[in-house]
Every structure is written in structure tokens, then in C-alpha cells.
């Protein structure tokens, strides 16, 4: 089954909408078209975020413009009335195929609408304060960047700020960690040469190391009565099993849960990877008993 939306923006879907924002989508590195992970449910590309300092003002800094943000806002719920007054007035003289097209047009212009009148909602709320110095930062470095990128997604999950983040890690052409400079891309299509499968494994190690030292920041912040790691859901996976075969069976995935009552490491052969999805989705309240290519939920709490 075709599928549109990407697992991130339908659980945005689920949880997302008491916050200032509904997702956020981060990305280490260029923000090629080719480099896409979120999806919305039109299967349109959610925009990306690759810079820490963007991240941070869209976050915590204060703004200056906020009346002039609110006039911006009242003339756009303007315009989106008047869209919706002449389509309505069109609808009355087109055959069905062509009112149905009208609908799912009008479902779009409510969609823009509830974006608009969340900005306002949140427009004269003030942002949280953090006590957190973004420092200047080396784009090729995993500690800098992708630490940097992690740090601000806790911040945003710490000050409730979003409930969902998305963090894309994609190849770089400049890489660089101590004593390894390389091409991430030219090193995953190692062709079974030893030195460059030791220069990825330096590489993915520095990843994961930063994904570790998040996590265990989650264990050390509390949020109400819990720690933020434990009211928190947290998925690692990668699009491919082997980047040297572009082979996409037996897809890597990782999860944190601390309602999780079992542990330790499953292999699931010939187990569609939107089966986890789709537990996933459930855990977080979906009715749906389907998700892309699922055959059955994957169970992670028993």
C-alpha cells in the first residue's frame, strides 16, 4: 500500500497539538532534495532545519516584532477567508469530479488555516528561557554539529516546546574526526576495503557516542514527576541495511523506552520495517491497524 506520511509527522499528529510547535525537523548537513525524511500526510516535504543558530532563535528568542507578527497573521486570515468565499461560490456551478477536486483544495486552505491560527495563538505567549550558550560550532564535526543539533532537540523536548523531533544525519562530503577526513558516502560504499571500514566505523561510532550523551542527558532532566527520558519515545534507525550493496533488507533500528519490558537485540527477518512503525504509532494512541506496508503492529511492550 502506497504510503504518503512519514512516521515522525504522524506521530506529530498524535501529540502535537498543544505545543508551540507541531514538529521540527532537523538536519546535519546540506539540505539536498535527495536528502528528504519527513513527509506530511499530502506527501509533501516538511521543511528542514540545518542550522543550530535558526534553531535556537525559532526556540527561545525573544520577539521584537511581535504586534507587526500579528498584523502579518490578521492579513493572512484575511486572504484565507476570501479564498474560501470564492471557492465555496465556484462550488455551486461544477460537475462532481470537479467539486470533489474543490474539496480536497478547501481541505488544504483549513489546514493553512489552523497553521494561522496557531501562529497567532503562540504569537503572544513568550518563549522559555534556557540557560544554554550556543557556541560557534564546526559544521564537519560529529561532536560539534550533530551534538549541537541534539542538545538543541532535548531543549525542545525539555521546555515542552514540541513533541516531536525529527534529526536527520545524512552523508557528508567533508566529514571530519580526529585523525579521520573523508567522504562519509565514499567510506558506507567501503567495497569491503579494511581501511575504509575502519575510517566508517570511527565515524558512526562519533554518532552514536553523541545519540548516547543525549540520551543520558533525557535520564538527568526532569519533567514533572519523570525523567524526560522516560516520558519519551526515542527511534534510530537508518534507510538502508548495507550502503555498500544499497541493500535495504534488514534495516538497523534502535529504541528507547522505558516501558519496554523486554530487551536486548531481535532479529525479525522478512518483517516489513513499517511493522514498527506502526506499534510505535499505537503506543502513542492511533486506532490505525495499518501503516505503509505493515502486516501486523510489532508489539514492544510484552
Known amino acids: 500500500r502506497k504510503n504518503r506520511i512519514s512516521i515522525d509527522q504522524a506521530v506529530a499528529g498524535l501529540v502535537g497539538n498543544e505545543t508551540r510547535f507541531r514538529s521540527l525537523v532537523f538536519q546535519a548537513g546540506e539540505n539536498l532534495n535527495f536528502s528528504q525524511i519527513a513527509w506530511d500526510k499530502h506527501g509533501l516535504p516538511v521543511h528542514q532545519i540545518d542550522s543550530p543558530r535558526k534553531i535556537f532563535n ?18 493572512d486570515r484575511s486572504i484565507l477567508d476570501a479564498v474560501f468565499r470564492q471557492a465555496k461560490s465556484m462550488e455551486k456551478r461544477l460537475n462532481a469530479t470537479d467539486r470533489t477536486k474543490i474539496d480536497e ?14 501562529r497567532a495563538y503562540w504569537a503572544d505567549r513568550s518563549k522559555p528561557q534556557v540557560n544554554y550558550d550556543l557556541e560557534e560550532f564546526d559544521r564537519n564535526s560529529v561532536d560539534d554539529y550533530v551534538g549541537t543539533l541534539l542538545d538543541l ?3 525542545a523536548l525539555e521546555t515542552d516546546s514540541t513533541r516531536a523531533v525529527t534529526l536527520q544525519i545524512p552523508f557528508w562530503e567533508g566529514f571530519k574526526e580526529p585523525d579521520i577526513v573523508g567522504n562519509y558516502h565514499d567510506f558506507s560504499h567501503h ?7 575502519k575510517r566508517l566505523l570511527v565515524m558512526e561510532h562519533a554518532i552514536l557516542s553523541r545519540v548516547s550523551s543525549a540520551l543520558t542527558t533525557m535520564k538527568q532532566r526532569q519533567a514533572g514527576n519523570q525523567s524526560l527520558f522516560d516520558q519519551t519515545t526515542t527511534l534510530l534507525t537508518a534507510s538502508m541495511g548495507s550502503a555498500n550493496a544499497h541493500n535495504f533488507d534488514d534495516l538497523p533500528a534502535l ?12 532479529q525479525l527477518p ?8 506502526l506499534g510505535l504509532l499505537q503506543q502513542f494512541g492511533a486506532q490505525d491497524d495499518r501503516f505503509g506496508e505493515s502486516s501486523a503492529a510489532l508489539d514492544l511492550l510484552s
Open 58 to 75: 525559532l526556540l527561545f528568542q525573544v520577539d521584537e516584532n511581535a504586534k507587526s507578527q500579528q498584523q502579518v497573521l490578521a492579513e
Open 105 to 118: 483544495y478547501l481541505n488544504s486552505v483549513r489546514e493553512v488555516e489552523q497553521t494561522v491560527k496557531r
Open 153 to 155: 532537540a532535548v531543549l
Open 191 to 197: 567495497g569491503q576495503k579494511p581501511e575504509k571500514i
Open 255 to 266: 529504541v528507547f523506552d522505558s516501558r519496554m519490558k523486554t530487551s536486548g537485540h531481535w
Open 270 to 277: 522478512n518483517t516489513p520495517m513499517s511493522n514498527l512503525y
